[in-house]
């Protein structure tokens, strides 16, 4: 049985010793390219033909954000990797990792079709400004489609909970979509206890996230003024990119001690199997 307990316990003793290597690669991929992306169209503004180029930007912002977790993982799953080795891993690990997202958000995608499905039956309609008029809606369906959607986030949260060590399986056991496979049966067991700690993991960093933003906020106003909204929207983006990036370091450490846990009990239970 893994012990959620010592999973913790290993993660901050990484944090610890390993806590420099951590912030070089969470401010070279994380850090850095959120400040970029958060500064375009609010302290730097765009020409109408610039613009166009932002989405290609936020997705550059995306892909280093997988390999940095890739990076951070490899350093959290093996104490002799220092950061050099772990942006060349995460570098070699990166195309295989990003097969096995776009497939996830396939299958999320196609979970969710029903509910619009439901939704388009009910007469609900699509407005220029890409909300949902309900006005015509008919209730049955709607309840129907509101009922989906609850049973579908349940199952999306089970699916989270069992996929915890996939990118930890992608940098160590060099596995694309069979990563997913072999996640399932890493988590096995250990369902119920990575479903708390996903709950807990998003109450604390929601609560910290609009904490901060709330604060900074309200001081970059009083600062620069209301003159300056580009400004304060920068400094809020700020705070928001470092709260994130310190939660997915964190978040990144944790799932690979817990793939270290698994495969150590793995290999435990081998002989008597």
């Known amino acids: ?107 999320v ?9 439901l939704l388009a039956l009910s007469g609900a309609t699509m407005t220029a400004g890409g ?22 986030a349940l199952l999306g949260l089970w699916l989270s909970a069992r996929i915890v060590p996939l990118f930890a399986i992608v940098v160590n056991e060099r596995r694309g979509i069979g990563a997913l496979r072999r996640s399932l049966t890493l988590t096995k067991g250990a369902t119920l206890k990575l479903i708390g700690v996903l709950i807990l993991y998003f109450i604390i ?4 996230m609009l904490a901060a933003t709330s604060v900074v906020g309200v001081v970059a106003r009083l600062i620069l003024g209301g003159e300056a909204p580009g400004s304060v929207r920068f400094v809020v983006s700020l705070a928001s990119t470092l709260i994130s990036a310190g939660a997915t370091v964190l978040q990144s450490v944790f799932y690979a001690r817990f793939y270290v846990a698994a495969v150590e009990r793995e290999q435990r239970m081998a002989p008597l199997a």
């Open 131 to 152: 909300s949902v008029d309900m006005t015509r809606a008919m209730p049955g369906y709607t309840a129907g489609a509101g009922l989906y959607v609850l049973v579908a």
């Open 205 to 208: 960093t929601t609560v910290a």
């Open 109 to 117: 995608v196609v979970l969710f079709i029903p509910a619009g499905v």
């Open 1 to 107: 049985m893994i012990r959620i307990g010592d999973v913790w316990d290993r993660t901050v003793d990484v944090l610890r010793g390993r806590a420099g290597i951590l912030a070089s690669i969470a401010l070279m991929t994380l850090v850095l390219p959120g400040v970029v992306a958060g500064a375009l169209g609010t302290v730097v503004p765009l020409p109408v033909p610039a613009s166009l180029a932002v989405p290609l930007i936020r997705l550059g912002v995306l892909v280093l954000l997988v390999l940095g977790v890739l990076a951070i993982t490899a350093v959290a799953s093996d104490p002799a990797v220092d950061r050099a080795q772990a942006l060349r891993i995460g570098g070699q690990r990166l195309l295989p990792a990003l097969g096995v997202l776009l497939a996830l958000m396939i299958a």
